[in-house]
């Protein structure tokens, strides 16, 4: 069965076969999709590109969501080229290495509007943009993580971010139901990517974390491309500012279940 034939998604956040995105562009593709990527500076083009044409992807687009200008032209280049998309995918984050790790209370000022400029307001600002794309309505979602609710070491300000991140998916996936489009959040376990190794500490985290959860096992990319596939297609067709939990079981714990000695 191919969940997504005939549908088109713009995919934002594959640095490279590691990424999240890249686990869900696999999972749509697989499904039929017809997929275009969007990705963040020049020197990843080189390691996009090839993974976007192995997909049979030909929209393969540079932009840097702390522009809107950048923004601006890649919806207009997406209109031109793919006319309508029928799913948004937005996998970005990003927040300075010495803000991820020690204390949360020396977050700096920049710091705080670097993390919440890329991580969070990029979302708003690409699902304004493909909005005038989704006219026969459509799915949108976005990555988060725990940390937006527990306190988890050296995440700090991403853990904030995080926060306004579930709660931007909350107001816009009121904005938009009316006009048929969904919005959610996808809240993945640890998952060994560039990103993840910013955090001070999550090597540590993601080798604990098995033998910790209910599934006792870590999460896959293929784990995040199925939840996101069931996401994009009709089969959540009443489902709309959910964060929906890919963690093995993780955020259900009050404590973890005590190690055989
Ligand atoms: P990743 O492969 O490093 O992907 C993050 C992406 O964000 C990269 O493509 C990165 O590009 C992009 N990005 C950063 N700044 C950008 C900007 N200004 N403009 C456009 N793109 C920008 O790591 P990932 O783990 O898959 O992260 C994807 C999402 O999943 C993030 O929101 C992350 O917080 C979330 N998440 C990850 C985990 C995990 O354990 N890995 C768990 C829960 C949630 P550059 O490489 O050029 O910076």
Not at 122 to 150: N, V
Request: with cysteine; net charge neutral.
């Amino acid at each position: 069965m191919s969940l997504l034939e005939g549908k088109t998604a713009l995919v934002f956040g594959v640095a490279n076969d590691h990424s999240l995105a890249w686990g869900i562009a696999r999972a749509f593709h697989a499904h039929g999709a017809r997929l275009a990527f969007s990705y963040a500076s020049q020197a990843l083009e080189r390691r996009v590109r090839p993974l976007a044409e192995s997909v049979g992807a030909s929209f393969v687009e540079l932009c840097d969501v702390a522009h809107d200008d950048q923004i601006e032209a890649l919806f207009a280049k997406a209109k031109g080229e793919l006319g309508s998309i029928d799913v948004l995918v937005h996998a970005i984050a990003f927040a300075n290495r010495e803000e991820l790790q020690g204390t949360f209370y020396n977050t700096s000022r920049e710091g705080f509007r670097l993390a919440m400029d890329i991580s969070v307001y990029s979302f708003i600002a690409l699902a304004r943009a493909a909005l005038p794309l989704m006219p026969q309505g459509g799915s949108m979602m976005t990555l988060t993580y725990y940390g937006s609710e527990k306190v988890m070491p050296n995440y700090n300000v991403m853990g904030v971010a995080k926060a306004a991140l579930e709660a931007s998916t909350r107001y816009l996936a009121a904005d938009f139901g009316p006009r048929g489009i969904r919005v959610n959040a996808i809240s993945a376990g640890p998952v060994r990517t560039l990103s993840a190794a910013g955090v001070s500490g999550f090597k540590r985290m993601y080798r604990e974390f098995a033998n910790i959860v209910p599934l006792r096992r870590n999460i896959t990319l293929d784990d995040i491309g199925g939840t996101a596939l069931w996401l994009a297609s009709d089969l959540s067709a009443a489902v709309t500012g959910e964060v929906v939990f890919v963690d093995s079981g993780y955020n259900i714990l009050g404590a973890p279940a005590p190690t055989e000695s």
